[in-house]
């Protein structure tokens, strides 16, 4: 029996939204709209691959099976992925990437903020270095939310269309279940209600800034943490494992 | 030197600092990993085994591996028989580590140093970054990432000479 099943689990859940994440910005690499814009997006891909990293392997360490980061991140299948659905969603449009990075970086800049008192060290650890990088991933995105949103008609169109789309799935980061509550008792997770003003006066301050109207309070879609996903994850999973799977002893 | 990482108690721990703390950074090359503050500690168990700790400027910086790679390789070319490179990520590092000789170098690099202390956050606020070449304050931001993790772009608007500027975190 794991030492702590909950503990594991809260940890892969984060390790697998910064891995998908990290791979969807990563799909821009040689295609962003501009060059300095593509070492932005990359160079944002590249600290979550970190933060995945770190979050894989001591997940790992928790189980005491002997996976590492390699077998967690490339060895499972679709169903036992738990990311928010949110990070899976396509790179359709620029500003789809671009609104995407928005609505989850002005979660976990706050959430990275609020970790860094968690009483798990590795945790608290992480968060210290995470936050800081947060904070850059949120001024990016959200200098490009208001360059689109108040810039061009097409672009405004644009943005609109992937902050419609997108919005449904914002509800996921502030659900709270078993797993999140017993640790959060614990004084080890952050309960991601404490944090949700600071996202709601991000949100709104930008989109406002933007000229964009924030989508009225809608259905949620719901079910990436029970490894109930979209139809994309499995698309975005192949080529990130291909090469582990056909080399299965490949380091990362 | 600005930083608080060097801890040591015995002439073999000092040995093992001197042979790893002059290497370079394969990014910033003028930089060392002690000047960076990379290098956090080095100790000599009495078996002989050497344990060294780093720390990354950003956690997904590709050359951790590389650094970890160049510390074994020095140790044991030192005479050292066995060597473990741990990777911690508490403290977390800040360019607040980079002493005022490892901004000098910077500069003189053609990398503006990181500017002021880490502790600013705003969502919209605007460095004052001024040009490594000319000094002058009139610059402008091209991108927020730059070559690598720890640099952003930046264009000087008097001698219009681009350059990069160690990110302040």
Known sequence: MMKDQALFTYCMRLADDSAIISQRLSEWCGHASHLEEDIALTNVALDHIGHARELYTYAGQIEGKGRDENALCFHRVEREFANLLLVEQPNDDFAYAIMRQFLFSAFMHPFWEAMKASKDEQLAGLAAKAEKEAAYHLRHSAEWVIRLGDGTEESHNRITDALEFLWMYTGEMFECDEVVSSLVAKGVAVDPMSIKHLWVETVNSVLTRANLERPAQSWMQTGGRGGEHSEHLGHILSPMQYLQRSFPQAQW | ?169
């Open chain 2, 1 to 169: 030197m600005a930083i608080a990482a060097k801890n040591l108690t015995n002439p073999l721990d000092q040995k093992a600092w001197d042979a790893v703390c002059d290497l370079p950074d394969p990014e910033v090359p003028v930089l060392t990993i002690e000047d960076l503050g990379v290098l956090r500690s080095v100790h000599v168990q009495e078996d002989g085994a050497v344990t060294v700790t780093i720390t990354p400027t950003y956690t997904g910086c590709p050359a951790m591996s590389m650094f970890a790679f160049d510390i074994e390789a020095a140790l044991l070319s030192a005479g050292f028989k066995k060597v473990d490179v741990k990777t911690v990520l508490n403290p977390a590092w800040t360019t607040d580590w980079l002493s005022e000789k490892a901004r000098e170098k910077l500069k003189a690099y053609g990398i503006a140093p990181p500017n002021g202390k880490a502790s600013r956050r705003a969502l919209f606020g605007e460095e004052q970054v001024c040009c490594p070449k000319c000094n002058s304050a009139n610059t402008s931001r091209i991108s927020e990432f730059g070559s690598t993790a720890c640099k952003a772009l930046y264009r000087c608007n008097d001698c219009s000479e681009p350059f990069d500027y160690f990110k302040c975190i």
